[in-house]
Structure formats: C-alpha cells, structure tokens
C-alpha cells in the first residue's frame, strides 16, 4: 500500500535559517504528492502540490520537487520566520485512491 | 465563500456513550472524507463519500463506527460505545473531484475526549 516518512523533528530554526523537512513515499502509479500545514490552533491548510514527476510545487517561500527517481517530495524554504512555526505534513493521492496518506508531521519552531 | 465546517468543536463524553460528529463541506463539492487526527497514529483516513455513498469505508477502525451523508452535503459521523483510544481530533474534507480540481479542504476538526 501507499506510505509516507517524513522527519519527525520537531525542528527548531533561528529566523532567516534555511529549512528543509525530508519526505519520501511508497507508492504504485503516478501519485500526486501534497504539503499540508497546520498552524497553533488551525485546522490543515494545502500548503503546496505537485502532480507529475519533476513539477516543482511552490507557495508563500516555500518548495518542493517530485522527485520519482528518489521518490522524495522535500520542502524547503529559503529563510524562515517566526510565522512558519507550525505542523508540516507531508501527503500522497494514489492513482484512483482518493483518499489522502499522511505522514507523521514535522513540528517547526523557529524563534526570533 | 463558506469553508468547511464541524460540530461540535470540542466533545467529552464519558465511555460507553454514543457520539455524533458532524460536517458540513464546502457547497457543491461533491466528495466528503473523514481523517482522524491522534497523538499515537497521526492522520488516519476513516471513509470516503462520492455523493451519498460510501466506496470506501476502509479505514473505519471498529463495527462501532459508523458514517452516513445526506442530500450529497452533511455528513454525520457516528461513534457507539465509545472508548478511551476513541479520543482523537477527528477532521473532515471536502473536494470537488472534477477534472484537475480535486485538492481536499480541512474544516477545523472535532477533539472527542472519551472519559
């Protein structure tokens, strides 16, 4: 079946630090692969995508590669600020399985 | 426009009591999902709706719980004979399922506490 590992952290940044939070995937097909986020008290938010094998998902700073041949979807951002202190999941859809799997989240905290 | 609503926001219940759970997706969007959110096991999917049926309910934990939804909106997730390892933020999405736009949107979750 469909897998997620992603680094568990939590991560603990200073501001303007780079970040990148590791995700890999099991899974059969072409799947779409996903960052959600989930800030204090939130509820999830998409926070990027990306559909085929080399698309690049990007929003508010942060990036991510398809990468089918390391079957990695890792997020980065350039310079991080105390307002990206959060949750990060990484997530896949497989094929005709709608349903979303997640991995464990990743607890940011970056301090000013 | 609206996003994806719950009720309640917060549960406690003592254990053995029923549970109802309920969500109100996005308008027009036809597929609806149910996640469970704990400490232990992270975001677990629990079922799926395409209208008002269920292709996939494979992530139901128990014959205790149980999900229905109406008029291809509201959706209502319900727990019997709860139990302690029941608690957990349980989440639902919704998506329109349409061509490229299947991106799913979280309403902001129920926290059961079963006592």
């Known amino acids: 079946g469909n897998s997620v590992t992603q680094m568990e952290g939590p991560v603990t940044l200073s501001e303007e630090a780079f970040l990148t939070i590791n995700c890999t995937y099991t899974a059969t097909g072409y799947p779409s692969l996903f960052w959600y986020v989930q800030y204090p008290g939130e509820g999830l938010q998409l926070l990027l995508k990306a559909t085929k094998a080399d698309d690049k998902g990007s929003n508010k700073g942060f990036e991510a590669t398809y990468r089918k041949e390391t079957t990695s979807f890792h997020l980065e951002k350039g310079s991080v600020q105390v307002s990206d202190s959060a949750v990060y999941f990484c997530a896949l859809r497989g094929g005709s399985n709608y349903k979303l799997t997640f991995g464990k989240g990743t607890l940011l905290t970056v301090n000013p | 426009g609206a996003g994806v609503s719950q009720s309640p926001s917060n549960k406690v219940t003592e254990k053995g009591k029923d549970v109802e759970l309920r969500c109100d997706p996005i308008s027009g969007h036809t597929a609806l999902y149910w996640y469970r959110q704990s400490l232990g096991q992270g975001l677990e999917f629990l079922i799926y709706f395409q209208g008002n049926s269920a292709p996939d309910k494979s992530g139901l934990p128990s014959d205790r719980f149980s999900a229905e939804r109406t008029g291809g909106s509201v959706s209502t997730l319900t727990i019997q004979r709860t139990q302690q390892e029941d608690s957990a933020v349980y989440l639902c999405?919704?998506?329109?399922?349409?061509?490229?736009?299947?991106?799913?949107?979280f309403g902001p979750g129920t926290r059961l506490t079963v006592t």
């Open positions: 999405a919704s998506s329109l399922e349409s061509g490229s736009s299947y991106e799913q949107y």
